[in-house]
T-cell receptor, first 114, second 112 residues
């Protein structure tokens, strides 16, 4: 089954404790992206990757890091989480190296930073 | 910069009513435009898209037309069902096809 998986689905952590949210897709998609969803703000793009070893900042990259060492994986790293990073996070992937095609979304990771 | 503005919600309609959710955009050149839908507790799914001016995207009875002159991509459905209750997001992909911008979402509730 074609899918995007994210782990963990729920995470409660404390300020400053480094964490990684994993994202994996099994569709051989070139394009992958991370978004955060906050009430009243919709989804905002954090980082995206157009292919292996090619990543770039989206609209709200501060406080986040990503890497794309393999085509299928695109982890999101919070080196020193802060309460304002409490949010619902979605990973997505798309055929081709651009976002003009349909994006397939993961189920989301709800992160709470206390 | 590029952005999407969509109608504030929430919207509550009776079954079989006509639905319009307004969406306008600001972008350099001619972006691709999308409507995504999010059902409770789930990720987003593509509902429809249009990649050039005057294109009409359609799916599951929903339609939207890419209007360059009014920079709009309004979502319409002639007769909504209870199962259409969800949050609807208008979005654009930049001309270069790398960045993606979503509107704030419009929550729709359809009552029997």
């Amino acid at each position: 089954e074609a899918q995007v998986t994210q782990n963990p689905r729920y995470l409660i952590t404390v300020t400053g404790k480094k964490l990684t949210v994993t994202c994996s897709q099994n569709m051989n998609h070139e394009y992958m992206s991370w978004y955060r969803q906050d009430p009243g703000l919709g989804l905002r793009q954090i980082y995206y990757s157009m292919n292996v070893e090619v990543t770039d900042k989206g609209d709200v990259p501060e406080g986040y890091k990503v890497s794309r060492k393999e085509k299928r994986n695109f982890p999101l790293i919070l080196e020193s989480p802060s309460p304002n990073q409490t949010s619902l996070y979605f990973c997505a992937s798309s055929f081709g190296g651009r976002a003009v095609y349909e994006q397939y979304f993961g189920p989301g990771t709800r992160l709470t930073v206390t | 910069g590029d952005s999407v503005t969509q109608m504030e919600g929430p919207v509550t309609l009776s079954e079989e009513a006509f639905l319009t959710i307004n969406c306008t955009y600001t972008a350099t050149g001619y972006p691709s435009l999308f409507w995504y839908v999010q059902y409770p507790g789930e990720g987003l799914q593509l509902l429809l898209k249009a990649t050039k001016a005057d294109d009409k995207g359609s799916n599951k009875g929903f339609e939207a037309t890419y209007r360059k002159e009014t920079t709009s991509f309004h979502l319409e459905k002639g007769s909504v069902q209870v199962s259409d209750s969800a949050v609807y997001f208008c979005a654009l992909s930049t001309l270069a096809g790398n960045q993606f911008y979503f509107g704030t979402g419009t929550s729709l509730t359809v009552i029997p």
